[in-house]
């Protein structure tokens, strides 16, 4: 039998979801995350679920590692190394005259409000920025050759510096890349042991300033995210020998090792994307198109909105306030989570985040030596969470959350109870105002989506966010600690090209596309070769940026979809002008139909499928109320507990129905079910949860 395996690593826990492709089996898995060395915890991870410590159905399912065909890796190392800038030391070729682009930029503040904050400092000093005479123009000829004399001084130079990673940005290079490519070609003979990024690789877009920094933020990360890959393939070949690695991107697919290896940039926001595309399946399978989804792990919190069963895609984020412009799934991200600490500001108010306790020493109540009041000690002392997690694996301690929510009841002049209640009550209206960031911000209502919340601590909290927002179900998965590692192993591989040059959207400009759209393709067969990706299993989309003339910004329209393309699959301009109108109006609730267009990055996303769903299984619904397995006495309002029944996950059948109050805990996460709410089991076993309307 052959398992493939998705192992989400964050900032808390790590998660494991193994499914069977023969059986449809699954297995689930959670275990501490090692922040020192973040590939230790997955290898005893697999150990620990190759034993049969997890449970499906309530009935051991350990498996060997041999059988092990596919690990599929969610990973935060590139994310981490950019947030505490402990990437490699880098260089920067550039053409001459322009070494201090990265610090001109674009000329504007980072916060409007705030004279006195400023943009992070490069990620390389001046002293290693180094110029080479050479011009590519603006049509992509040639204007000045590469200065050889001056190649030759910055060879010795780099080889003096000592500097791990180099990233070479000429202008103009996505039209052209020959100048990059002769100098890294140069480079590689001379230092064979410096990884090199190219502009016109790794994102070959106009604009020059994102262009410069993505490159950049990636040749940072290179040696980082090698040894750590590396580390990592030689531990599972040892442990799983037959397991080939596949590192999600940050637009939601699979990659190989070494293109991780090439590209780390892409993986800035590798987990939260892997958490957006199992939630999609979740989603699909409970007949949900339209989802926002919140992500709540132990250091943070990530929502996202699903319309129409599609999740936005982003090509300009911002990570630790470094600009990044590649394919992204559009997610937003707060820090808000368990580990959260709760401290007073200069102004004497209490905040919740972003600080977090993390993994190590963790909250107060794990017992290893916190002492600052968390989210996850609030909820214990409220009766939220149960004294024992993981299954009884891991032990809290009420008394040490106790101890930790003194001060601040004590400073606040209330009970220990309504200090925790208003703890949580914080965290609920940091969560809230990002939900409206991507929704009501966007012209989207969010009454009109169910809430899916995930993680381990989303469906502690959902409830109050739903009823902040209006939202009138919410829709919890069958193991919600575990989305971000189920959607691993339904992610497909995934590839993105893009040519980009602006061109008129009249009859020369289409020809123009249609040749662009013919060099995509070759690209992307190429890559499936590559990838030996079966004809079967692949697919294709085919989109454009297009702006009015003069415009600052473009919008992505959807040309074509389908197993496979070609020239005759565009638009005609008519069509091509219409597809734009209707985008425009949706983003800025107009549009001009005599403007000038203009196209400005043609795109294609190649895929190749992995994960094949198996045949839907007959569940007999239960129509008997489930019976507790305990009670316990939980705070749903400050003032007030009432004794609230326990369920176990594992026990609930497709068809039973409960009321609340209730707890219902389980290997990954606990939910709440407040009183008078009504949760439904669903065929796929979801929890499909109503809010009580009169509340």
Known sequence: MTWSIGVDVGGTFTDFFAFNEDSGQTHVGKRPSTPDDPGRAILLGLEELSGGAGENEGVATAFELGDVGRLAHGTTVATNALIQRKGAEVALVTTKGFRDLLEIGRQVRPHMYDLNRDFPPPLIPRERRFEIGERITADGAVHLPVDEDGLEAVIAALGASGVKACAVCFLFAFLNPRHEELVAERLRAALP?????????????????????????????????????????DGLASLAPGAALGINQSSGGLMSPARSRSFPVRTALSGPAAGVVGALHVARRADRPNIITLDVGGTSADVALIRDGRAEISFERSVADFPIRLPMIDIHTIGAGGGSIAWFDRDDLLKVGPLSAGAVPGPACYGHGGQDPTV????????????????????????????????????????????AHGMLGILVANMVRAIRTISVERGHDPRGFTLMPFGGAGPLHARDVATSLGIREILVPRAPGIVCAQGLIVSDLKEDFVVSQRTPLDTAGLDLLGDNTVALLDRAAGWYRAESVPDSGRSLELNLDLRYVGQNFELTVPLAFGVSLSRSDLPDIDALRQRFFEAHDTAYGYFNADDAIEAVNLRLTARGRLYHEPEPVDVESV???????????????????????????????????????????????????????????????NLLIEIDHDD
């Open 623 to 685: 129509a008997e109320s489930p019976a507790p397995v305990d009670h316990r006495m939980v705070f749903f309002a400050p003032d007030a507990a009432q004794e609230t029944a326990v369920y176990h996950r594992d026990r609930l059948r497709p068809g039973q129905v409960l009321y609340g109050a209730a707890v219902i805990e389980q290997l990954d996460t606990t939910t709440l079910v407040y009183p008078g709410d009504r949760a439904l089991v669903d065929a796929s076993g």
């Open 193 to 233: 042991d410096l990884e090199i990024s190219l502009s016109s690789q790794v994102q070959p877009e106009f604009r020059e300033y994102e262009r410069f920094t993505t490159t950049v933020i990636n040749a940072y990360l290179q040696p980082v995210l090698s040894r750590y890959v590396a580390r990592l393939e």
């Open 376 to 419: 996850s000690d609030a909820n214990l002392h409220l009766g939220r969470l149960a004294s024992r997690l993981i299954d009884g694996s891991m032990t809290l301690q009420p008394d040490l959350a106790a101890r930790s929510l003194a001060p601040i009841a004590e400073r606040l002049g209330i009970s220990s109870q309504r200090a």
